[in-house]
């Protein structure tokens, strides 16, 4: 049975953008295709499904024309929008190339009466990241300064207290603070990069990074570099006007009914 969003307790018209990020799809290891279908099979089994997908980079191990070939292939079983940014596994030429409908690495589209703005912060040859351009997404979000706002990126604006991952994160969050600031209607800034979920206030917002659909990292304060064996996962956004809420579930989970 398919629950009407208006039914939902506490929300009125929700608006429900799923966000899968850290794919790293290559050719050359099934497992990881594997684990996209997954993932994109949890979203298909949802009661009340997502209005769009947002994919916030590392889309491909490698940039190359084949891996997102490949992606793109996989995205085609989904019966709603998939709207993908880069990260600095990616090709930006060749991620456009491949996703023709994508206008420019940086671009807004509206999801359900959500404004989504994607925003590139990859700087070639580098791991870190900054904010490509800030002046963009400052004019782009006031050209709709009353409608409720989710700007999407790769590398988050915080440091989750990793010191190893946040070595390689955003190199001029204040940059992006300054923007959002300046724009109340941004419910959320969402990220991935880190394949770990979190959580931070940002700029008079909420700030958070996704699970990886492939492999997590081992969040550990003072720790090495280390993989963990936690299970992929992915990012649901429920906006309602300019209220909203983030939950983070593993794929592939099971509904047991109460």
Do not use: K
Request: include cysteine; proline fraction near 11%; charge should be negative.
């Amino acid at each position: 049975m398919v629950i009407p969003r208006a039914l939902v307790v506490g929300w009125g018209a929700m608006t429900i953008l799923a966000q899968l990020s850290d794919l790293h799809l290559t050719v050359d290891d099934p497992t990881r295709v594997r684990s996209l279908r997954t993932a994109l099979t949890t979203l298909l089994a949802l009661a009340t499904p997502p209005d769009a997908v947002v994919l916030t980079g590392d889309l491909t191990d490698h940039g190359r024309p084949e891996e997102y070939a490949l992606l793109r292939d996989e995205l085609a079983r989904l019966p709603i929008p998939a709207h993908p940014l880069p990260g600095n596994h990616d090709d930006v030429p060749a991620l456009l190339a491949a996703f023709p409908s994508v206008p420019a690495a940086n671009y807004a589209v509206t999801v359900a009466g959500v404004r989504l703005l994607c925003c590139d912060s990859t700087i070639p040859g580098r791991d870190d990241g900054a904010l490509s351009d800030p002046e963009w997404l400052d004019a782009a979000l006031a050209e709709e300064p009353e409608t409720p706002s989710v700007v999407a990126m790769h590398h988050p604006p915080y440091g989750i207290g990793v010191d190893w991952i946040d070595a390689m994160g955003h190199a001029r969050p204040e940059r992006l603070g300054d923007v959002i600031a300046r724009h109340p209607q941004v419910v959320r800034v969402i990220a991935g990069h880190v394949h770990a979920g979190s959580v931070r206030a940002f700029a008079g917002t909420v700030a958070t990074t996704c699970p990886s659909t492939y492999r997590q990292l081992h969040v550990d304060p003072g720790g090495r570099p280390a993989l963990s064996d936690a299970p992929p996962g992915l990012a649901l956004h429920f906006v309602d006007g300019m209220s909203a809420v983030t939950h983070f579930r593993p794929v592939a989970e099971t509904p047991r009914p109460i």
